[in-house]
T-cell receptor, first 113, second 112 residues
Framework: GESVGLHLPTLSVQEGDNSIINCAYSNSASDYFIWYKQESGKGPQFIIDIRSNMDKRQGQRVTVLLNKTVKHLSLQIAATQPGDSAVYFC????????????FGTGTRLLVSP | NAGVTQTPKFQVLKTGQSMTLQCAQDMNHEYMSWYRQDPGMGLRLIHY???????DQGEVPNGYNVSRSTTEDFPLRLLSAAPSQTSVYFCASRTTQGYEQYFGPGTRLTVT
């Protein structure tokens, strides 16, 4: 079936670097995408979202880019901090009105001081 | 607000046993859902509810039952536990108009 995937399972960066986490999606009908952060032993936490009619959206230190041509989603974290170390998931709504999200497998971000 | 709470945090069951995972939220959210998370896989939707008295199946509903008698509570029942149900279970809630889901801390279930 349709699924959301990630290019890199683990990303290691130095504190202060910018991080880019990538996600590929396969369903061109998906109209909404979300990034979640999950720290060890905790539930996922909403970071930022983007609708399919947008190419870019910015939050605090985070930017999500959507390239519908190649069905690619990315999360950019500026000035990465040790507290950013976590697993990051992308998720897509297959045009179900937010009823059913499909999650990717996750990328682990490791930030060293 | 306590947000989304789940009990228990950990549970070990023997094959064939039944149990209920509890989930409660105090944000008056209409939408609630249950996910399971397995190593190397993304969260998968088990069941969801858009309001009291209304439930529907997600991606992996087999072996699980839900009911929604109140806005606050959304329990997940394992009818006859199997080792394949060993997983971490997350409950989440949001408003029906919103998209930001709030997740509970999870229940780690082991079935032997």
């Amino acid at each position: 079936g349709e699924s959301v995937g990630l290019h890199l399972p683990t990303l290691s960066v130095q504190e202060g670097d910018n991080s880019i986490i990538n996600c590929a999606y396969s369903n061109s009908a998906s109209d909404y995408f979300i990034w979640y952060k999950q720290e060890s032993g905790k539930g996922p936490q909403f970071i930022i979202d983007i609708r399919s009619n947008m190419d870019k959206r910015q939050g605090q230190r985070v930017t999500v880019l959507l390239n519908k041509t190649v069905k690619h989603l990315s999360l950019q974290i500026a000035a990465t901090q040790p507290g950013d170390s976590a697993v990051y998931f992308c998720a897509e709504d297959l045009n179900t009105g937010f009823q059913k999200l499909v999650f990717g497998t996750g990328t682990r971000l490791l930030v060293s001081p | 607000n306590a947000g989304v709470t789940q009990t228990p945090k950990f549970q070990v069951l023997k094959t064939g046993q039944s149990m209920t995972l509890q989930c409660a939220q105090d944000m008056n959210h209409e939408y609630m859902s249950w996910y399971r998370q397995d190593p190397g896989m993304g969260l998968r939707l088990i069941h969801y509810s858009v309001g009291a008295g209304i439930t529907d199946q997600g991606e992996v509903p087999n072996g699980y039952n839900v009911s929604r008698s109140t806005t606050e509570d959304f329990p997940l029942r394992l009818l006859s536990a199997a080792p394949s149900q060993t997983s971490v279970y997350f409950c989440a809630s949001r408003t029906t108009q919103g998209y930001e889901q709030y997740f509970g801390p999870g229940t780690r279930l082991t079935v032997t």
